[in-house]
């Protein structure tokens, strides 16, 4: 993989992490167009990577809420950054178990498998159209809500159905407030993506001598500019329930990346 490859595919992860259209469905995509022979042999690996540095980015964007989270951890007391952290840890618990007893599995699916990048952006789709004609509200994520939407971020693990897209949409589907649901969505994702990271190093999956380090680093750069880029834009779009466009987006997308899987694969 060369250095603007990297660069390519980490603006890639940066903009679909944060806006709802799937970011390794497109990072699966992106791959099959550039050749499976320009992608490092740790395609998962280096996906992670990208998505470790979205996740920075999100702390940058939400770092006084952060603050505010550790705050009433510390404390330990049952105010709303407590209760907003439980709500935080109850919606890790699906995605912890789908990723830890079927890992395998799931790095099957990151081969550049179009098709079913291509059938799960309809869905995507469908959600967000569903979710863009539902009413606003005021409420808050609920702790029987949290466990719901954690199980909309566990399903987004297969390649093409959107995180954000996923979490989001299931939100304001439940009843969630909007501006809310966006910020639970970006939130909830971070300490799943850190433990990961975490899990690659001590595990050897991540190895910093690698020769691809390079090319890693530059990825990181350019998902982490990005990412800080499509979170402040996508949370304004949520806020003023414009999902149809990338309803519509995933639709187009997911239908060509089907056509593409039959007609040239």
Not at 101 to 115: I, K, Q
Not at 124 to 134: C, E, Q, R, S, V
Not at 161 to 174: E, F, K, M
């Amino acid at each position: 993989m060369s250095y603007i490859e990297a660069i390519i595919l980490g603006i890639v992860q940066g903009l679909t992490e944060f806006l709802p259209v799937s970011s390794s469905g497109h990072l699966e995509l992106a791959k099959v167009i550039f050749g499976n022979e320009t992608v490092p042999q740790e395609s998962l690996t280096f996906t992670v990577v990208l998505h470790f540095a979205t996740a920075l980015s999100t702390l940058v964007i939400f770092r006084k809420d952060l603050v505010d989270i550790f705050k009433g951890l510390l404390q330990f007391k049952n105010n709303d950054e407590f209760e907003f952290s439980a709500k935080i840890i109850i919606s890790m618990i699906p995605a912890v178990i789908i990723g830890l007893l079927f890992e395998e599995e799931l790095e099957a699916f990151f081969n550049g498998n179009v098709l079913l990048v291509g059938f799960m952006l309809l869905i995507t789709g469908l959600l967000l159209f569903l979710a863009d004609k539902a009413k606003n509200t005021n409420k808050n994520v609920s702790y029987k809500n949290a466990f719901i939407i954690g199980i909309s971020q566990a399903i987004a693990m297969l390649p093409g159905i959107s995180r954000s897209g996923a979490t989001i949409s299931t939100s304001v589907l439940l009843g969630v407030d909007r501006t809310k649901a966006a910020r639970f969505s970006f939130l909830m994702v971070v300490p799943l993506i850190f433990g990961k990271v975490a899990k690659d190093i001590m595990g050897g999956a991540i190895n910093f001598s690698d020769e691809n380090f390079g090319v890693m680093i530059v990825g990181f750069i350019a998902a982490f500019i990005s990412g800080l880029i499509a979170c402040n834009w996508m949370i304004s779009l949520v806020k003023n329930s414009k999902l149809y466009y990338f309803s519509a987006y995933c639709f187009i997308v997911g239908t060509l990346a089907i056509g593409y899987s039959y007609f040239y694969m």
